[in-house]
């Protein structure tokens, strides 16, 4: 992984074999980012996505390997007990067009992944719903 930061804005070339959530949590802890958007593209070849199930409080997670591009990665880098938070979303496609995504567990970089991380000034902290089991923003 390599990065430049511009003022409120990194601009982040992951590279084949890395792992994207791992090396955004380095990233983050390193800038000492607490609050951002996230937006990236790029290609992976194996990937763990999933939905959440509100009734049954958990996530149903999905593995994905072979061929994809990254369609859409999006998210927010935040906190919860004042420690890194991260909650990303993914979409990726494969070789026809096919596209599958959800909440991203995990994704290995077959190619490259280009990411901009957004610099929001501020803190946004989150607590544990009980109704719904999701760690919720809290302002």
């Known amino acids: ?12 070339r992951m590279d ?23 937006n990236a593209l790029g290609a992976v070849d194996d990937f763990t996505v999933g939905a959440y199930d509100v009734k049954e409080q958990k996530y149903n997670s999905n593995r994905f390997q ?31 067009g096919k596209t599958v995504g959800g909440h991203l567990n995990e994704a290995h970089i077959s190619a490259t992944c280009e990411m901009f991380v957004w610099l929001i000034d501020g803190e946004v902290d989150r607590y544990k719903d009980e109704e719904t089991g999701l760690n919720l923003f809290r302002f």
């Open 66 to 96: 072979g061929v994809y591009e990254i369609v859409s990665l999006t998210g927010s880098i935040n906190t919860m007990n004042d420690e890194y938070y991260s909650h990303l979303h993914m979409s990726a496609a494969d070789e026809t």
């Open 1 to 12: 992984m390599e990065y430049k930061r511009f003022d409120k804005v990194i601009v982040v």
């Open 16 to 38: 084949r074999g890395e792992e994207i959530v791992e090396k955004l949590k380095e990233l983050a802890l390193k800038e000492n980012v607490r609050l951002a958007n996230i």
